[in-house]
């Protein structure tokens, strides 16, 4: 019993959590590097994108509830979804006509498109602090859990229950969708094979015929659309807070550099890999310990190797050993 009491606590505490958390990176990561894949540099603005695209979904489920129409058991927000997608996107091929196509056209190195990302990501971040303000925003209705805590002693007559928010099964569940549409457009559809084809050899790509401009706008709708999920599933897990969104940044970039930036199934496999590295680093192991050892070893102390303040430092230092010891990734991207 005290094994199977061990294990829902692990359960509970690292495994449900990492994995809804590795969902949300994992998408938020796929953004990312399609934009390094295709167009050729890192978007530091990933992050503000999802805050973004985030807060307009938040501002029509505001709208949707003040008017009395709610989706049952699931989020509202999940209603608004569609229009949070299809206003980023907007903006950001608004973005690209604006800004990033006279670079393209100069054939400005990665770096200065960098740079250029960093005042894109300064102006979306004001923008989505003015609109919405700074505070953190709790915008999650529907049934809050599909199994209590309380339930699940009940029906298994353990000490230890195992709770799974509703927000947690429908980020894991979406995911899984959007992967696999993804997945199906990149090798299935004329335009994915065209985006593929582009992000393999550009000047090829262009002696075939491809349209580069169709390609680019067809990579930020894509963008838009998973960073607008991605920040959405985040926001109804947690709770809106635009610096919140703005520090995902550096998971993000650690899932995608893990998976080998420009590879989506590396970008997914390197969110997953961060998600769990921060909760395991960061989860008092105490209960789960009191269960497995003996009475007289069981810890007094919380044995927590880093505190919860500290988690970005877990994705800044795989993202160090990754870049110095396997820049290339899991799944050899183009970062070498």
Known sequence: MDILNALVTFLNFVVVPATAYGAQLALGALGATLVYGILRFSNFAQGDTMAFGTMITILMTWWLQSLGVSFGPLPTALLALPVGIAVTALFLLMTD???????RAQRAAPTILVIVSLGVMFVMNGLTRIIIGAEEQNFA??????????????????????AIR??????????????????WFLNKTRTGKSMRAFSD????????????????????????????????LYGLDKSFKPFTYFQLLLPIFAAAVVGGLGNPLGAIAGGFVVAYSEVLVTYAWKKVL???????????????????????????????????????????GKSG
């Open 97 to 103: 006509r604006v800004v990033y196509r006279f670079y």
């Open 141 to 162: 209705d529907g049934a809050r859990f599909l199994i209590t805590a309380g339930e699940f002693k009940t029906w298994s007559g353990l000490d230890e229950g195992l």
């Open 201 to 232: 050899n550009e000047d090829l790509a262009l002696l075939s015929g491809i349209n580069p401009d169709h390609v680019v706008r067809i990579t930020w709708i894509i963008v838009a659309a998973l960073a607008t999920i991605a920040g959405v």
């Open 290 to 332: 009191g269960y497995l050892l003996p009475a007289d070893l069981a810890p007094d102390s919380l044995v927590q190797l880093l505190s919860t303040d500290y988690k970005l430092a877990v994705s800044f230092i795989i993202l160090i050993i990754v870049l110095l010891f396997m820049p290339t990734g899991l799944f050899k």
């Open 166 to 183: 509703a927000s947690q099964a429908i980020t894991v569940v979406t995911a899984i969708i959007v992967v696999a549409w993804l997945f």
